[in-house]
């Protein structure tokens, strides 16, 4: 569908607009093109996915940003606005030419570096005293909940791409993230994650109600801030997620419930007899992928601290992470558990997703192996608008499964700039549950 430039222009000015009000940084003066998003505008390179989210909102078509933002395999380090309107312009209007579209200038490449210091386990010590103490929810004598599914798996290991997939199948009900398992009450939930993009992160509970009880947005807003105000415990919500829904699994995928076994623990206190899908993914891609994402300031449950960069905190939390999931999996039988790698998941979709129903019970459906499809049903639209979906928003830069991201990480990273315990955990989970060395 062609697009003439006039019109590319205000949807890519009010995107900007838009990003820069959601971002707390209103334009002093007028915009105008040559400003640069990162040098001029203050984004973060995690709002340039934000804005592309909204511009093919706004455009109402998808453009195929992916090969704008990413370019040898690195993401670009600015963009002016002149320049996201030339390559929407070639886009839309001269394919041909498309993707040869200017370069941008990108970031150096993060190359091997042997200097680079390697987690031990003294840094792990450390490392886990940065995640927030957390109320535990007393021993509820309220009857359990139906069951439910739950995907475990550090942040960054293509969870969001799983859960879109896995929403794709009408025997199942997959919101976007939840987080609620790591909270005892609404309160304690609401205070958590009141910090920066606090919305983005609690809108998967909003955009859950809308589907399953058909609601607006102000209508599951209410619910909340109900739930809020009286202290709700997070079991009694999750009961209002799972009204209505009939026979289909309620399936929460959140990667933070993984840092914590008291945290999985409450999974068997709150349902009966639930389901978990243990995603894993090499570390040395959850890590590339984390530290592009600058995940750190936005993470729940964790403490900010400069003692540890990027690269170090996505180890640990990859490492901790797995260890947790593995040692609750020795508390659950054989039949509750299912481990699955997202190399396998981008390169053998389709067996991948039988195997996933054949344990959940349910019957395959083709449309999970097409999940860009029916974006409404997969509630990947976000509760008022795609750009607050709670979860991976890189899932919007693609258009399809893209075998090709588990191997991205090559580029730029290898084994050996790992510490000897994750290098160890990788060895064993490669070898004896899912293979995520390609
Ligand atoms: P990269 O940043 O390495 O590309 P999560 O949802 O757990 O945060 O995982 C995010 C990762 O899933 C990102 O990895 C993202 O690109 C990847 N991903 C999302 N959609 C995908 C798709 N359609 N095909 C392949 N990978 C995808």
Known sequence: MEANNTDIEVAVFGAVEEILTAIGEDADDELTPDLKLIQDLEFESIDFV???VVIEQRLGQKVGFQDMLMQDGKYVQDLSI?????????RLN???????????PTAAPLAANADQQRITEADVSRFVQLIKPRHIASNSTARKNPRAVFILSPPRSGSTLLRVMIAGNPALFAPPELHLLSYATMADRAEDLSGERGDQLSDGVLRALMQNRNWTHEQAKTLLTDSIDKSLSTQAFYNELQVGLGNRLLVDKT????????ILQQAESYFEDPLYIHL???PCGMIRSYEESDLTRMMPLLMQSSEFSSAAVAEMI?????RNIMQ????VPADRWCSISYENIVSEPESQMRRLCEFMDVEYHNDMINPYSDNKARMTDGAD???KMSGDLKFHLHSQIDPAAATRWRQFRSEDMLGDATLGLVSKLDQDVARIRL
Do not use: C, G, K
Not at 82 to 90: A, L, V, Y
Not at 94 to 104: C, F, I, V, Y
Not at 255 to 262: E, R
Not at 328 to 331: A, D, I, M, P, T
């Open 82 to 90: 002149q320049q996201i309107i030339d390559f929407t312009n070639n």
């Open 280 to 282: 894993m993914r090499h």
């Open 318 to 322: 990859w490492l901790l992470s797995n």
């Open 328 to 331: 609750f999996s020795e508390s």
């Open 94 to 104: 001269n394919p041909e030419t498309a993707a040869s579209a200017p370069a941008a």
């Open 385 to 387: 608008n795609a750009s």
């Open 50 to 52: 934000q804005l592309i």
């Open 255 to 262: 990667p933070t419930y993984a840092f914590s076994t008291n």
